[in-house]
């Protein structure tokens, strides 16, 4: 298995799924399994709601998919390199990769599922790998970490270039997790988690 994810539905029944290379393995109280996802190996998942979740490849590719049908109901390929994480705010589906931009896409438009209308702003590349994601101040502020140990702080509808940069972290952050809208939580490569406050913008 490539990596492991688990989240449960307010209806009750659990879902597990798990990236196989390129497949996922859905299980809930419906088993299957959806062959060839995508093209190249699966590098994230996120679920946006109770019925939809949203995958990302090592190539850049992101799909959304419907778990009522088992389809993907949304792609596309704006990145150049691997999706290392996804979060969501309202119908707006966000992407960090490799290749130092962040992605945003409305998931809302009712468009074909290859057209690119979708693409509502990708960022200047900041020139190291963005690894990790955190919306946080009701949607206000995206932090990205990044592979030198940066946070960078974008404004919502701002996108073209961070507002600010959050310094502090010896190594690179490869998970972050909002714990309330004015704190998240780092994972970093030196094995260290850390409480990080967003203005004032703070390791805490």
Same mark, same amino acid.
């Given at each position: ?6 989240f ?7 879902i ?8 996922m393995?859905i ?8 062959k ?8 994230t998942?996120h ?40 979060d969501?705010k ?14 945003v896409y409305? %998931? ?14 990708l ?8 690894l990790?994601?955190?919306i946080v ?5 995206v ?8 946070i960078?702080i974008?404004?919502?509808?701002w996108?073209g270039?961070c ?6 972290h010896?190594?690179? %952050? ?23 406050? %967003?203005?004032?913008?703070? %390791?805490?």
């Amino acid at each position: 298995f490539y990596c492991f994810f688990f989240f449960k539905q307010k209806t009750a029944y659990e879902i597990s799924a798990c990236l196989v290379g390129s497949e996922m393995c859905i299980r809930d109280r419906f088993k299957g399994r959806i062959k060839r996802a995508h093209e190249n190996p699966i590098h994230t998942l996120h679920f946006t709601d109770n019925n939809t979740f949203a995958t990302g490849d090592d190539e850049g590719m992101v799909k959304l998919w419907d778990l009522r049908s088992n389809k993907s109901t949304f792609r596309i390929h704006e990145h150049g390199d691997t999706i290392t994480a996804l979060d969501h705010k309202d119908t707006f589906l966000l992407s960090t990769s490799i290749d130092g931009s962040l992605g945003v896409y409305d %998931i809302r438009m009712d468009v074909p599922v290859d057209q690119q209308k979708r693409l509502y702003a990708l960022s200047d590349s900041m020139e190291e790998d963005l690894l990790s994601i955190a919306i946080v101040k009701n949607g206000q502020f995206v932090l990205c970490g990044s592979s030198e140990g940066i946070i960078y702080i974008f404004k919502w509808d701002w996108f073209g270039d961070c507002k600010d940069r959050l310094l502090g972290h010896p190594q690179s %952050i490869d998970c972050m997790v909002k714990v309330d809208e004015n704190t998240v939580l780092t994972g970093a490569e030196d094995g260290f988690l850390r409480g990080v406050g %967003i203005q004032p913008n703070k %390791i805490l």
